[in-house]
C-alpha cells in the first residue's frame, strides 16, 4: 500500500478524523477490489456530517487525489445509482 496522507482539518475531533479516513479508505477499497455501496454509503453519511458543504467536499476530495492519485468523486457518484448490495467499482 502507498503512503500518502489524508487530508484532515486541525478543528476535527479525534471521531471525526477517524470517519474521514474511513471514507477515504472506503474509497480506496472501491478502486482496489470493490466495495458495497451500502458500506460505502454509511461511511460517506458520516463523511457529510463532518464536511456538510460542496466547497469543502470538493477541496478535500481534490487534496486527497493530489496525495493519492484516486479521485473519490468517481466511487461517490456511483452511489447515486446503487442498490445496497451493487459494488463499487472504480
Do not use: C, H
Amino acid at each position: 500500500m502507498e503512503e500518502y496522507s489524508y487530508p484532515i482539518d486541525i478543528d476535527w475531533s479525534t471521531e471525526e478524523i477517524i470517519d474521514v479516513i474511513s471514507f477515504f479508505e472506503a474509497v480506496e477499497m472501491a478502486y482496489d477490489e470493490g466495495i458495497t455501496a451500502s458500506e460505502l454509503d454509511e461511511k460517506y453519511q458520516k463523511f457529510k456530517r463532518i464536511v456538510p458543504g460542496k466547497a469543502q467536499e470538493k477541496t478535500i476530495f481534490k487534496e486527497f487525489k493530489e496525495n493519492s492519485g484516486i479521485e473519490s468523486y468517481s466511487a461517490v457518484k456511483q452511489l447515486k445509482d446503487a442498490k445496497n448490495d451493487d459494488i463499487i467499482t472504480v
